[in-house]
């Protein structure tokens, strides 16, 4: 084993201590490059143990000593023990037999030939490990984009459910308050009128005279009418960018619900709902209504914006 094939191992990254078993078992720098391959996962105590036991298999034979041995499978031959083996591993032969033919060390030239091919091969090997590793990391990267993307849009939708839950709450709180101011004024205007009652009332008594009629109290409205059918479905008829888009749907579905489905169906988003007759139009903040608060019951017909 020359210094340089061990300064040459250990001057590519090998371990000294395995570049010198590599170099005693192979015989050459590429066989032990080879064989360095073969037994990366394998820890010293571990070679040195399979190195004892073949010891005491080999010293148990009786027989000549060969010069070296032929692979009766493909005809090669080989100059160690360790080659034999290292071939068996690789080519799965198994019919091995001594040979009294002296094989002759590598020239520097078929040395530096096998070495040069040896690197091209580790070279390609290294390279095709990269490429995978990066194919692998765009597949990895492609798979956490997709799941950003629809925990966003979930995200997303989470937020425009609030928001028309917001709205909602503002719209029944201004509604109230409304409600609320009439009532206040219409007790106004109640004590308003008692007070004005009770004035002619107390004039008509100093003047000696009768009491005048009371006003005659104010014709209920009229009820509203009462609907021939109960709708459980509404028949909608909905202008969109792309053409003209029928639904019948239950009356409980809120706007939202059906702009969710356009979404879906044609790809548009949807910011309102214009009705043609009578001419209304729904925002966002309206579409936590139904279909039916909507008065879109029995069929209407929507333009979407």
């Known amino acids: 084993m020359a210094s340089s094939d061990l300064d040459q191992l250990v001057g590519m990254g090998f371990d000294q201590e395995r570049a010198q078993l590599a170099l005693s078992k192979a015989g050459s720098i590429p066989d032990a490059i080879d064989w360095l391959d073969k037994n990366s996962e394998k820890s010293i105590d571990e070679i040195k143990a399979e ?16 010069m070296s041995m032929r692979c009766a499978d493909c005809g ?19 019919n091995f037999e001594e ?5 002759k060390p590598l020239t520097e030239e078929e040395k530096k030939a096998k070495l040069e091919d040896l690197r091209v091969k580790l070279a390609a090997k290294r390279a095709g490990q990269a490429e995978q590793d990066k194919l692998d990391k765009q597949k990895n990267d492609e798979i956490r984009r997709k799941a950003t993307k629809e925990t966003q849009d979930a995200k997303e939708a989470l937020q425009a459910k609030e928001r028309i839950k917001e709205a909602q709450a503002k719209k029944r709180e201004k509604q109230e308050e409304i409600e609320a101011r009439k009532r206040v004024q ?4 109640e004590q308003k009128e008692e007070r004005r009652r009770k004035a002619e009332l107390e004039k008509a008594a100093r003047l000696g005279q009768a009491p005048p009629e009371a006003a005659p109290a104010p014709a209920a409205a009229p009820a509203p009418p ?8 509404a028949r909608l008829r909905l ?6 888009v ?6 409980e579905t809120t706007l939202f619900e059906v702009a969710h489905q356009l979404t879906q169906e044609k790809g548009i988003t949807v910011t309102n709902f214009t009705q043609t007759f ?28």
Do not use: C, W
């Not at 090669?76 to 198994?94: I, L």
């Not at 219409?186 to 205007?189: D, G, K, P, V």
């Not at 009462?226 to 479905?233: F, R």
């Open 246 to 251: 029928q639904k019948t749907l239950p009356v």
């Open 278 to 305: 009578p001419r209304k139009v729904f925002d966002s903040t309206d579409f936590g209504m139904t279909l039916k608060e909507a008065g879109m019951v029995p069929s209407a017909a929507l333009i979407v914006g």
């Open 239 to 244: 202008q969109t960018p792309s053409g003209t």
């Open 51 to 66: 190195d004892a036991s073949t010891a005491e298999s080999a010293s148990a034979d009786a027989g000549e000593v060969a």
């Open 186 to 189: 219409a007790r106004i205007e």
């Open 226 to 233: 009462k609907p021939s059918a109960a709708y459980s479905e």
């Open 99 to 103: 040979s009294t033919e002296v094989l």
């Open 76 to 94: 090669k031959t080989f100059r160690t023990q360790g080659e034999v083996q290292f071939h068996a591993n690789k080519s799965g032969h198994a």
